[in-house]
């Protein structure tokens, strides 16, 4: 690995059933920002689907910033869908 990369995990979904998936179409998402990964492994779990990690390694991409996550907006835009999803069935 050289400086510009950086070893990460990536969250995998895994159907009931031992076969992973690639997409889970039964599942309506309601966001679409830095939330929709957290609201997306809530609701697999919640559906009955394992999730494991499966380590990855990033490249940075010359000329480009490391983020656009804006910490008090986007922590507080999680935390408000983990506390939503204390009421999904």
């Not at 889970?24 to 957290?38: A, I, N, R």
């Not at 010359?62 to 986007?74: I, L, M, N």
């Amino acid at each position: 690995m050289n400086r510009s990369d950086h070893l990460d995990t990536f969250p995998f979904i895994i159907s009931r059933h031992q076969h992973p998936i690639g997409f889970l179409g039964d599942l309506k998402l309601s966001t679409s920002t830095y939330e929709t990964e957290m609201e997306l492994l809530i609701k697999a779990c919640k559906k009955g689907y394992r999730v494991v990690n499966i380590p990855v390694i990033g490249h940075a991409v010359a000329d480009t910033s490391t983020s656009h996550f804006r910490p008090v907006v986007d922590t507080f835009k999680i935390c408000m869908l983990y506390l939503r999803s204390l009421l999904w069935s």
